[in-house]
């Protein structure tokens, strides 16, 4: 709440319409509470009074750390280059994408 304040008071904004964030899905933040959350606290101030919220839940992706291909998050071996040396990437964020104020 105090960024998207900062936010709004720097752009000379009287209120917060829409919240736009991005939540992996390996954050270990749960959508249904961050949201309620998100309503309470946005309750309490005049500019976040009337936000709305929107989640955008984000998968993990694999690496393959021999050939760079990027696969599905359930791939046991590479679909290119059949090495099991893959990398876990993403999918832990908790991301601010965008708000919308006026």
Do not use: W
Request: charged share 25%; aromatic share 4%; hydrophobic share 35%.
């Amino acid at each position: 709440m105090n960024q998207l304040c900062q936010l709004a008071d720097e752009h000379g904004a009287t209120a917060i319409i829409t919240v736009r964030v991005s939540i992996g899905r390996l954050s270990g933040i749960v959508a249904d509470s961050f949201s309620f959350g998100f309503e309470t606290l946005a309750g309490e101030n005049s500019l976040t009074k009337k936000a709305a919220l929107e989640i955008t839940l984000t998968e993990p992706v694999q690496r393959c750390l021999d050939c760079r291909l990027v696969a599905d998050f359930s791939t046991k071996t590479c679909p290119r280059c059949d090495s099991t040396r893959l990398s876990p990437e993403g999918g832990d964020e908790l991301v601010l994408t965008q708000v919308e104020m006026e």
